[in-house]
């Protein structure tokens, strides 16, 4: 059986996860990086994402993001997004685990003009369960979200997801944010990756689109996902 134990089966088992509030075992690490190739109102862009946790002690777990990205008509609508963060699990009980996050954040990911730029703060509660149903390991997790900017931008953010090993080394995971802010455009963004367990690594396809409205965005996603 792969995976940390029940209380990272969510991270390790089921496909990649980069929210929830499972920590990692101590020494232990997960490492996701991720390419899309996007559009937004009919420009084409490239984004990459680096995603990294490590399990400092038991319960305790250090987590570390970027992500840039870059389109067709300038530098003038690029994004960088930088976050470290500590996270805490609070709970784990019969597969059920709560935690609690937070750190500093640079920047925003939301792609064009909209986004908040200054460094600032963030802070997260988590919750999820994972296991194995009907000899399925699967994750389901939900994250709120308050972000925080010097220059006063405010921003906050749900998180949802779920993973399942569907058959043999397969899986699925889905997951859907819905941002709001002060100073940004109302972004809600859905993510399908289908993936393959192989021994060495996890390798996910998917696919991301934009659909709160206010601006047309769609992606195509090559991950790939390590761990200890």
Same mark, same amino acid.
Request: hydrophobic share 40%; glycine share 14%.
């Given at each position: 059986?792969? #995976? ?13 996860? &980069?929210?929830?509030?499972?920590? /990692?075992?101590? !020494?232990?690490?997960?490492?996701? +990086? ?53 996270? *805490? ?19 925003? &990911?939301? =792609? ?11 802070? *997260? ?10 000899? *399925?390991?699967?994750?389901?997790? +939900?994250? +709120? %979200?308050?972000?925080?900017?010097? $220059?006063?931008?405010?921003? /906050?953010? +749900?998180?949802? !997801? ?11 995971? /889905? ?10 455009? $109302? &972004? ?6 289908? !993936?393959?367990?192989?021994?060495? =690594?996890?390798? =996910?396809? #998917? ?12 992606? %195509? ?8």
């Amino acid at each position: 059986m792969r #995976g940390l134990g029940i209380f990272a089966w969510g991270l390790a088992v089921a496909g990649p996860a &980069s929210a929830g509030p499972w920590a /990692q075992a101590p !020494g232990g690490w997960y490492a996701e +990086a991720k390419i899309t190739e996007e559009e937004l109102e009919g420009v084409r862009g490239n984004r990459v994402e680096l995603y990294g946790e490590y399990g400092v002690a038991p319960d305790w777990t250090v987590t570390a993001k970027s992500e840039a990205v870059a389109y067709e008509i300038g530098s003038q609508f690029d994004k960088e997004f930088w976050r470290a963060t500590l996270r *805490r699990q609070l709970v784990s009980h019969k597969g059920w685990a709560v935690g609690v996050e937070g750190g500093l954040v640079h920047g925003s &990911s939301l =792609a064009g003009v909209f986004g908040c730029d200054d460094w600032g703060a963030e802070a *997260r509660l988590s919750g999820g369960l994972s296991g194995l149903r009907g000899g *399925r390991n699967f994750y389901v997790f +939900a994250d +709120a %979200v308050a972000i925080r900017h010097e $220059d006063g931008c405010v921003r /906050q953010r +749900a998180e949802f !997801g779920y993973g399942v090993d569907i058959w043999q080394n397969f899986f699925i995971s /889905q997951q859907l944010w819905i941002e709001r802010g002060n100073e940004t455009a $109302d &972004s809600n963004k859905y993510e399908t990756k289908l !993936g393959y367990h192989f021994d060495w =690594a996890d390798l =996910a396809v #998917g696919y991301r689109e934009e659909f709160a409205g206010e601006f047309d965005e769609h992606a %195509v996603l090559l991950a790939l996902i390590l761990r200890r």
